[in-house]
């Protein structure tokens, strides 16, 4: 599985960021893709999860700004960021879980929001 991260960038604090990550297989085979981000000097941690079910979930800090959607004919799920703060500024990953008879991670390469104040 292969994962394509694309949709970085920089933008002004209040502004918004579409995220994209390209899976080459079906994202209905996998069991659930998820957005991480990791801040310079700082560890990964799971932004939004988007499940085969289409069960979404986000970490407290951007419930109510970020989306998390996929287009399932195209393979794509999305990250949709909003009312941005420079706090958002990170790397961003796409990952994709996948179980069959043991779990595998996939993970796509980094892409940069930069959120200026």
């Known amino acids: 599985v292969q994962l394509q991260a694309s949709g970085g960038g920089l933008v002004q604090a209040g502004g918004s960021l579409r995220l994209s990550c390209a899976a080459s297989?079906?994202?209905?085979?996998?069991?659930?893709m998820s957005w991480y981000r990791q801040a310079l000097g700082k560890s990964r941690e799971l932004v939004a999860t988007i499940s085969t079910s289409g069960d979404t979930g986000y970490v407290d800090s951007v419930k109510g700004r970020f989306t998390i959607s996929r287009a399932v004919a195209r393979n794509t799920v999305y990250l949709q960021m909003n009312s941005l703060k420079p706090e958002d500024t990170a790397v961003y990953y796409c990952?994709?879980?996948?179980?069959?008879?043991?779990?595998?991670?996939?993970w796509g390469q980094g892409t940069q929001v930069t959120v200026s104040s």
């Open positions: 297989v079906s994202i209905i085979s996998l069991n659930s």
């Open positions: 990952n994709a879980e996948q179980y069959s008879g043991s779990w595998t991670a996939y």
